[in-house]
């Protein structure tokens, strides 16, 4: 069993940065992929970025490639979403979700494929 609860979430404007975490509670943490989705107002939820659970493996959608970097702190059970260069179309709720995966190089970019999801938090881009 996985809890996660995301933060860091705000309102910025166009080309500044955000630092979104995710904190998760259980012993098996370290054996998760992990993922970050978003979901603006009237779309459905896409997938922004990946990092297996051995970190040496990432993933990330292409409108937010180069721009956002997803990391990994399997020490403190933490994982991050840097994002730079933010636009007006990044504005929407991001989710932190985990998926175990048997092998420590796999990522999912397929939000199915995640077993347990944070409750999200609110990322606005004003022009």
């Known amino acids: 069993q996985v809890q996660l609860v995301e933060s860091g979430g705000g309102l910025v404007q166009a080309g500044g940065s955000l630092r979104l975490s995710c904190a998760a509670s259980g012993r098996t943490f370290s054996s998760y992929a992990m993922g970050w989705f978003r979901q603006a107002p009237g779309k459905e939820r896409e997938f922004v970025a990946a990092i297996s659970w051995s970190c040496g493996t990432t993933a990330y959608a292409d409108s937010v490639k180069g721009r956002f970097t997803i990391s990994r702190d399997n020490a403190k059970n933490m994982v991050y979403l840097q994002m730079n260069s933010l636009k007006p179309e990044d504005t929407a709720v991001y989710y932190c979700?985990?998926?175990?995966?048997?092998?420590?190089?796999?990522?999912?970019?397929?939000?199915?494929?995640?077993?347990?999801w944070g409750q999200g938090t609110q990322v606005t881009v004003s022009s």
């Open positions: 979700a985990a998926a175990s995966m048997a092998i420590h190089t796999r990522v999912a970019v397929e939000g199915w494929k995640y077993d347990y």
